[in-house]
């Protein structure tokens, strides 16, 4: 009978959290100091001291390691604008409110940001599908967000919260594509670019 240990479950799973973490951590330290475009995968797999191969368990490739980077850091942003959001404010507020918070985390590393939202479109692995599932789920709190300006009589009633959803969150990619593509700096896409084109937008779902 074999007397070598194995690990439980448990701690397997905790074994391959830690190792995704460090991952994690060493692709931003990297992409920050030398550039998304200008690291590799072997650079960021010897910094999180583990073999070139196991990095692969955890991102398709270097744009999925992106991918894990920017995951964590929406999701704890959007946690955190949720949390401090004006409840009784009007919906327009709401939005910059939550989207301002996305903007300024973008503002902070604005270069590896700029090459994220230019990998959002059609990317693919485990970290881009978690994006993706991210990416639904901020729509449905968006949606909620809606559903609550209708109980105050600021929307329609007969408007299709979800619909509504991805109009405003088609506006707030717009924002971010005017800012990548040089016609305006983070901030101006914000204010004044976000806010003209949300007002707008709600003036259109406002009850007849």
Same mark, same amino acid.
Do not use: C
């Given at each position: 009978?074999? !007397? ?8 397997? @799973? ?12 060493? &692709? ?11 690291? !590799? !995968?072997?650079?960021? &797999? ?18 999925? %390691? ?22 009784? @404010? @009007? %919906?327009?507020? /709401? ?54 300006? /209708? ?5 329609? &009633? ?19 594509? !005017?800012? %990548?593509?040089?016609? &305006?700096? %983070?901030?101006? @896409? ?19």
């Amino acid at each position: 009978m074999s !007397t070598v240990r194995k690990a439980s479950p448990s701690r397997r @799973a905790q074994n391959k959290l830690d190792k995704r973490e460090r991952i994690r951590k060493a &692709a931003f330290e990297l992409f920050v100091k030398h550039g998304f475009d200008a690291t !590799t !995968t072997k650079a960021v &797999a010897r910094r999180a001291k583990i073999a070139s191969g196991t990095l692969f368990l955890y991102a398709k490739d270097k744009r999925d %390691l992106l991918f894990l980077v920017f995951g964590e850091r929406l999701r704890s942003t959007v946690d955190a604008q949720m949390a401090t959001l004006p409840r009784q @404010a @009007a %919906l327009l507020d /709401q939005l910059m409110h939550v989207f301002g918070g996305l903007f300024r985390m973008y503002g902070e590393q604005p270069e590896l940001s700029a090459a994220f939202v230019k990998h959002l479109p059609g990317a693919q692995g485990p970290n881009a599908d978690s994006v993706n599932g991210l990416t639904l789920s901020f729509l449905h709190q968006v949606s909620m967000l809606v559903q609550s300006a /209708q109980t105050r009589g600021e929307v329609d &009633a007969e408007v299709p919260p979800m619909v509504a959803a991805g109009n405003i969150f088609s506006l707030y990619f717009g924002a971010l594509m !005017t800012w %990548l593509s040089g016609f &305006a700096t %983070l901030e101006a @896409a914000l204010e004044p670019g976000l806010r003209d084109a949300l007002s707008l937008q709600i003036r259109g779902l406002s009850p007849r």
